[in-house]
């Protein structure tokens, strides 16, 4: 029997690529501790550390954390509930 | 920098572990706003696998014995400032009256901030919890009141403006370490980055 409800991990990559491919920082985010919402644009970033740490402008907590390795990055986001991206009429 | 000190840190090996370089500055590294804690209100807790807290406040921590060690630092950003000296006090002096079995700490600071170590790694005259930095009080912008020093370990380790530890017997990744750092952060074994 092979369970049809689900897909390959795979397919993915076709939604991911269009999403990533965009200018995030003129995306919308919702902060996941205090719910503000707004342009990523308008993050608080503190780039003098071992890493990107983008901060709420309403409530200070960490919204993203972006960690570039010589070969691999890590990004963490945590602490937004979402992202709105704007994109061209499918 | 005088010939006989390069020569005294040549003959007892390199001075800067591989991938970094010698900095005279203090650079500022910071991953939020800097916390503002009056000593009166500082405290440092150590809370035990059984929930057992230890607690000092300001005057309790300052009134116990001191010690002015004198390390390299080195911070996984690169840079590496050597003969850099400290005042505070021994985490084996903070641990003494702590009985406990577990194998790691969770630190955390002011502002949220944590970071994990081995146990072993705060004891045996490596790490101290420090409040003075070349003779005067620690500034706020490097950890002030009060910030740890593990100086054989990547400089991230040695969390500013800390609040206390949580022993633990398992490893609980802190800030830096769930973003892709490493573990341990060893920089004579340039351990960066997880899996380094
Ligand atoms: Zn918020």
Known sequence: MTDMSYLDGNMLDGPLREVFAVDVSGATGRCASCGATGPMAGLRVYSHAPGLVA????????MLRLV?????????????TFLQVPLPPA | MS??????????????????YLTED???????????????????????????EHRWTWAEFTALPQETPTVDIHC????????????????????????????????????GYTTNLPLADLRGGR??????YDGRDL???????????????????????VRGMRLGVTDTPGFWETAGYHDY?????????AGD
């Open chain 2, 76 to 111: 996984v950003t690169r840079w590496s400032k050597l003969g850099t000296t400290w005042q505070g006090v021994s985490l084996d002096v903070l641990l003494d009256g702590v009985d406990t079995d577990a194998a790691y700490a969770l630190v955390h600071s002011y502002g």
């Open chain 2, 3 to 20: 010939p006989g000190f390069q020569g005294r840190r040549r003959s007892a090996g390199p001075a800067l572990p591989p991938g970094q």
């Open chain 2, 26 to 52: 203090f650079p500022v590294l910071s991953a939020g706003p800097t916390p503002r804690v009056r000593p009166d209100a500082w405290e440092f807790v150590v809370t035990t696998e059984t929930g057992t």
């Open chain 2, 127 to 132: 790490a101290w919890v420090v409040h003075g």
């Open chain 1, 55 to 62: 901060r709420c402008p309403a409530c200070a907590e960490v």
């Open chain 2, 139 to 161: 500034p706020a912008e490097h950890g002030g009141p009060a910030r740890l020093l593990v100086p054989h370990l990547y400089l991230w380790k040695s969390a500013k403006w």
């Open chain 1, 68 to 80: 570039r390795g010589p070969d691999r990055a890590w990004l963490d986001l945590r602490g937004i």
């Open chain 2, 185 to 193: 952060g060893d920089p004579w074994r340039e351990q960066r980055y």
